[in-house]
């Protein structure tokens, strides 16, 4: 089993940062992919990015591409989530999420963080 804790969301105006994290605990494996996935009220979720912990390489929706970076630091079993400039259509809750990759551009996502909401307001 693998728990995921998010915290770092809150209330920001349009233009600011957050910085998100994800704290992994239990049985983690060297060849995970992590993500952060978010979902609007009322709306699908949507994949935002997601980086692997054995090589580093990382990969981002285009929505958030040069805004958002992702990044580990696999001492403290962590994923961060820098966001910068901040848009509304970027509320949402955001969960963190732990899987593993099938295939270039399929990852399996077997462990979810319980959210944290992310509000911008214009």
């Known amino acids: 089993q693998v728990q995921l804790v998010e915290s770092g969301g809150g209330l920001v105006q349009a233009g600011g940062s957050l910085r998100l994290s994800c704290a992994a605990s239990?049985?983690?494996?060297?060849?995970?992919?992590m993500g952060w996935i978010r979902q609007a009220p009322g709306k699908e979720r949507q994949f935002v990015a997601r980086?692997?912990?054995?090589?580093?390489?990382?990969y981002y929706a285009d929505s958030v591409k040069g805004r958002f970076s992702i990044s580990r630091d696999n001492a403290k079993n962590t994923v961060y989530l820098q966001m910068n400039s901040l848009k509304p259509e970027d509320t949402a809750v955001y969960y963190c999420?732990?899987?593993?990759?099938?295939?270039?551009?399929?990852?399996?996502?077997?462990?979810w963080g319980q959210g944290t909401q992310v509000t911008v307001s214009s």
């Open positions: 999420a732990a899987g593993v990759q099938l295939a270039t551009m399929t990852v399996r996502y077997d462990y």
């Open positions: 239990g049985r983690t494996f060297s060849n995970y992919v």
């Open positions: 980086i692997s912990l054995s090589d580093g390489s990382t």
